[in-house]
């Protein structure tokens, strides 16, 4: 499975745009991006997942460039709500596992 | 819809004493698994099954096991707890097909002492 990097931790303040980027240089055809998101004392949260180009949904934006060697979650207005930890993980179109990593802390202040 | 259960929610163990968490999901999904989340870390597998009867090590299997006699249920066990073995455990279920997402309990908090 292709390791990813991606930023520790981010700071923001409420009403920003917040794009958490990852980097996956590793990623093989068959693999997609998916990202989770983690309040803590729960479980992670599908949030978002793509294979190329971009992806929208009500929560988030995935960006994809053309070589698939990073992608960039965008996360549109936050809210002191949108306090978590985000992960990126790359998992294959037959992958019955999902590795994480450390995720990005994502800290949005008033 | 319950989606994924794990009880109990908060378990304190002495070294030595065994235990099992339990897991259970209503959505008929063949794929579960086990991981464990240290303080500050992302989230480690344990094991997991792609279907009842099959079971398999993920990154770190020492000192726990699993069965996988129904689609539903897929039980962790602890044989002789240890510190080390306190954690955050988080039992995951997701469908076969497809780029399908995995849904999670809501946690089991263990203390070993």
């Known amino acids: 499975l292709a390791k990813t990097t991606q930023p520790i931790s981010m700071d923001s303040y409420e009403g920003q745009e917040v794009n958490i980027t990852c980097s996956h240089n590793?990623?093989?055809?068959?693999?997609?991006i998916t990202w989770y998101q983690q309040f803590p004392s729960q479980g992670p949260r599908f949030i978002i997942q793509?294979?190329?180009t971009k992806v929208t949904n009500e929560v988030a934006s995935l960006f994809i460039p053309a070589d698939r060697k990073s992608s960039t979650l965008s996360l549109p207005r936050v809210s002191l709500s949108d306090t978590a930890v985000y992960y990126c993980?790359?998992?294959?179109?037959?992958?019955?596992?999902?590795?994480f990593g450390g995720g990005t802390r994502l800290m949005v202040k008033p | 819809n319950a989606g994924v259960t794990q009880t109990p929610k908060f378990q304190v163990l002495k070294t030595g004493q065994s235990m099992t968490l339990q897991c259970a999901q209503d959505?008929?999904?063949?794929?579960m698994s086990w991981y464990r989340q240290d303080p500050g870390m992302g989230l480690r597998l344990i094991h997991y099954?792609?279907?009842?009867?099959?079971?398999d090590q993920g990154e770190v299997p020492n000192g726990y096991n699993v069965s996988r006699s129904t689609t539903e249920d897929f039980p962790l066990r602890l044989l002789s707890a240890a510190p080390s073995q306190t954690s955050v455990y988080f039992c995951?279920?997701?469908?076969?097909?497809?780029?399908?997402?995995?849904?999670f309990g809501q946690g089991t908090r263990l203390t070993v002492v």
């Open positions: 995951a279920s997701r469908q076969r097909e497809g780029r399908t997402e995995a849904f």
């Open positions: 793509g294979y190329k």
């Open positions: 993980l790359v998992v294959n179109n037959a992958g019955n596992m999902l590795t």
């Open positions: 590793n990623i093989a055809t068959n693999d997609y």
């Open positions: 959505m008929n999904h063949e794929y």
């Open positions: 099954s792609v279907g009842a009867g099959i079971t």
